[in-house]
Nanobody
């Protein structure tokens, strides 16, 4: 079992920045990928960015050039640096972690609200 704790959401003006963090904890696990999804009101949950071990990060087209995902494997933590935020970035952001092994096991964070508003 893996437990995820997210932090860093909040209210920001358009053009501003926020940094989300997600720390994974548990007993004897190895992480295959860490990523972020978001869900806006009335919409389905969608991938924002993910970082698979040994591969380049993957981003949704809508955030390319503005958001950066990074991992600190020593801390089992993933970050999402969000710059040049837009109104349409408003959503609940969820961390998603997939463990090594087969079948893959995935875990969701509790979600953190990001609101971009003037």
């Amino acid at each position: 079992q893996v437990h995820l704790v997210e932090s860093g959401g909040g209210l920001v003006q358009p053009g501003g920045s926020l940094r989300l963090s997600c720390a994974a904890s548990g007993n004897r696990f190895s992480i295959y990928s860490m990523g972020w999804y978001r869900q806006a009101p009335g919409k389905s949950r969608q991938l924002v960015a993910d970082a698979i071990s040994g591969r380049l990060a993957n981003y949704a087209d809508s955030v390319k050039g503005r958001f950066t995902i990074s991992r600190d494997n020593t801390k089992n933590t993933v970050y999402l640096q969000m710059n040049s935020l837009k109104l349409e970035d408003t959503a609940v952001y969820y961390c998603y972690v997939v463990l090594e092994g087969w079948p893959r096991q995935g875990y969701w964070g509790q979600g953190t609200q990001v609101t971009v508003s003037s």
